[in-house]
T-cell receptor
């Protein structure tokens, strides 16, 4: 399958804790992206990491990319109830189509 | 707010009917993408237009078609609707052809009864 695989499928944590989500893919990529989706809403682009980058930060988000293992992780530090959402990794396949993983459903309890 | 607008927000229609979903991309974005999101299939790419021309096709059924107009807005036409077409349909836009972040609209929730 061309889809990215994300793990875990669901994650439940308390406010203030860190949340880590992982994504694996099978193709060569130029970049890997992470998106957030609140229930029933549109996806929001969070961060893009290029294939020649290993780590990138944006506020409380930290993304790593290991192209040798074809994997990426998204870390949300000091989580808040408002971070409750589904998180998707995405990458362009060789046909130029953006392929999404199945997502990790994050629940942050106050 | 991503700057991408989609209408309508909700559509309820019967099997066999035809509907049109509309999308206006962010100002200046030339690429428009359509996606279908359902519980069993996840988020599936349907089709991409760039500056009025079809550029990539995904898992789009023959009953579905799309176009992008000179003002860059796009429409997705769904015909002979089946119960299984019930889903969220998203439009996204990006400045150029590929390998960039995409900006998603709020989606149209289609319910086929």
């Amino acid at each position: 399958s061309q889809q990215g695989e994300e793990d875990p499928q669901a994650l439940s944590i308390q406010e203030g804790e860190n949340a880590t989500m992982n994504c694996s893919y099978k193709t060569s990529i130029n970049n890997l992206q992470w998106y957030r989706q609140n229930s029933g809403r549109g996806l929001v682009h969070l961060i893009l990491i290029r294939s020649n980058e290993r780590e990138k930060h944006s506020g409380r988000l930290r993304v790593t990319l290991d192209t040798s293992k074809k994997s990426s992780s998204l870390l949300i530090t000091a989580s808040r109830a408002a971070d409750t959402a589904s998180y998707f990794c995405a990458f362009y396949n060789q046909g130029g189509k953006l392929i999404f993983g199945q997502g990790t459903e994050l629940s942050v309890k106050p | 707010d991503s700057g991408v607008t989609q209408t309508p927000k909700h559509l309820i229609t019967a099997t066999g009917q035809r509907v049109t979903l509309r999308c206006s991309p962010r100002s200046g974005d030339l690429s428009v993408y359509w996606y279908q999101q359902s519980l069993d299939q996840g988020l599936q790419f349907l089709i991409q237009y760039y500056n009025g021309e079809e550029r990539a096709k995904g898992n789009i059924l023959e009953r579905f078609s799309a176009q992008q107009f000179p003002d860059l807005h796009s429409e997705l036409n769904l015909s002979s609707l089946e119960l299984g077409d019930s889903a969220l349909y998203f439009c996204a836009s990006s400045p150029r052809l590929a390998h960039y972040e995409q900006y998603f609209g709020p989606g149209t929730r289609l319910t086929v009864t």
